[in-house]
């Protein structure tokens, strides 16, 4: 099986990772904070500082059952599941639109990855972004972007193979904020 991804639904996708491993993906659940705070800590602890840009070694109960709670309106947040593994996560993606939730949605939203540290390398990441980039164009997000630590080169490499751009953050000098315009058809319009 080639490596890729296929929309099997409106908010259903097939994901085949370059090993050859299926995986679904889906909107995240509130029901999935509990598989969202286990896969956290199999995170290898670097892993999880770069995800959060901070070193905690679990999400608290709040935090993950905010981090599962999207309205699938205004956010969008979408995780990699495997049939053989029922309740357990493996990564994903999610877009939180700039501004506060309540306020009219913008057309600019923060992009956040994560894939388990043993499945890194698997294109896992790459695809997680490819699919919700395209789901925000559909929602009328033009542009994203995210801060990465200047030390994650995985991912700001993997930003580079996206199209985006990089600049540094004016408030964190630790941080460089990636960035890019998306087309109204899911695909990359621009980068800068």
């Known amino acids: 099986m080639a490596m890729g991804v ?33 896969a956290f800590v199999a ?16 999400l608290p109960d709040r935090m993950a059952l905010r981090f599962c709670t999207v309205d699938g309106v205004r956010d969008a947040a979408l995780v990699l599941v495997d049939d053989a593994a029922p309740g357990e996560l493996f990564g994903g993606a999610r877009l939180m639109r700039d501004g506060e939730p309540g306020t009219q949605a913008g057309e600019r939203a923060e992009f956040a990855v994560s894939v ?11 695809m997680a972004l ?19 630590s200047r030390g994650n080169e995985g991912m700001r490499a993997l930003a580079r193979r996206l199209g985006m751009t990089e600049r540094a953050d004016p408030d964190d000098r630790t941080l460089v904020i990636c960035e890019k315009t998306l087309a109204p058809d899911g695909g990359a319009a621009t980068a800068g």
């Open 6 to 38: 296929e929309r099997l639904g409106p908010r259903l996708w097939r994901v085949v990772s370059r090993s050859g491993r299926v995986f679904h993906m889906r909107p995240i659940r509130p029901e999935d904070a509990p598989a969202l705070q286990r």
């Open 43 to 58: 995170q290898k602890p670097e892993d999880r500082k770069l995800r959060l840009l901070s070193a905690i070694p679990r």
């Open 116 to 126: 388990a540290s043993g499945l890194q390398g698997e294109g896992l990441g790459r």
């Open 130 to 148: 490819e699919t919700v980039f395209a789901l925000g164009a559909e929602m009328g997000i033009r542009r994203v972007w995210g801060s990465v």
